[in-house]
């Protein structure tokens, strides 16, 4: 019995270690993955459609592309549309059944204010709140709009899902991606919150991944026809000549 309480003891300290390490250590990490000290810190567009955060995180990455090349798979993300350039598998774990576009899709190209991107069968999705051509698209959510799936507003009364494009040089786009909510105020909900987030955090970081993949072959691959557009001018140029 003594044996017993002092396994059970044990392993009750080595998850609170373990849980501790993770709020302290692991959790900043995640919410701040590839993003600089500058980038975190600052205001990005989209701040003020949430002025007061329980939650807040900031992760980045360099693609070497042009914002012209970047700025299309953005466009097309969403259920039904060009997915969201992470691991199928997990997005189907997560519920979200869609497949990933690997080429731009002109239909997908026109996004306003106030078009809602689905998130889930149904067509409930994010509702885009801001949109710059080649700099800024702002998702966000309501907990009183009645597009919004009751996934989103079981965990939160506002959040938005902000991606910046800034022009590093001539040929490389820093993408930044945030997040800013406002959560529901019950202890269910922010041990629910903790494991959700676990797994958002593998989908975001591929996302980023995805989306550099994407443009970086885009960018490629409009160099090359540029190339051959060039060569075969000279071929004719050479021709008349």
């Not at 003020?48 to 990455?61: C, G, K, S, Y």
């Not at 997005?91 to 997908?108: F, H, N, S």
């Not at 949109?131 to 938005?160: C, M, N, R």
């Not at 409009?222 to 190339?227: F, L, M, V």
Request: net charge positive; hydrophobic share 45%.
């Amino acid at each position: 019995m003594r044996k017993t309480c002092v396994c059970g003891l044990l392993a009750l300290a080595a998850g609170t270690v373990a849980m501790g390490g993770y709020l302290l250590v692991v959790l900043p990490w995640q919410h701040r993955w590839g993003a600089t000290d500058e980038e975190v810190l600052r205001a990005l567009p989209g701040d003020n459609l949430v002025p007061h955060p329980d939650i807040q995180w900031t992760r980045a990455i360099t693609v070497k592309a042009k914002a012209t090349a970047l700025w299309p798979w953005l466009l097309q993300i969403g259920h039904g549309r060009g997915g969201y350039y992470s691991y199928p598998w997990l997005e189907t774990l997560m519920g979200q059944r869609v497949k990933l576009a690997d080429q731009i899709i002109p239909a997908w190209q026109h996004l306003q204010v106030g078009d809602i991107i689905p998130a889930e069968p149904g067509g409930k999705g994010y509702r885009v709140m801001r949109i710059e051509p080649h700099q800024t698209l702002v998702l966000g959510v309501q907990e009183q709009d009645k597009d919004i799936p009751w996934s989103f507003t079981f965990l939160y009364q506002a959040f938005t899902w902000a991606f910046v494009l800034e022009q590093v040089d001539s040929e490389s786009t820093r993408l930044i991606m945030r997040m800013r909510a406002r959560m529901k105020h019950n202890p269910l909900i922010s041990l629910a919150y903790l494991f959700i987030d676990f797994g958002a955090f593998f989908m975001k970081r591929r996302m980023l991944l995805g989306l550099k993949q994407r443009a970086e072959q885009l960018a490629l691959q409009a160099k090359t026809n540029t190339g051959e557009d060039s060569d075969k001018k000279a071929q004719i140029q050479k021709a008349v000549r």
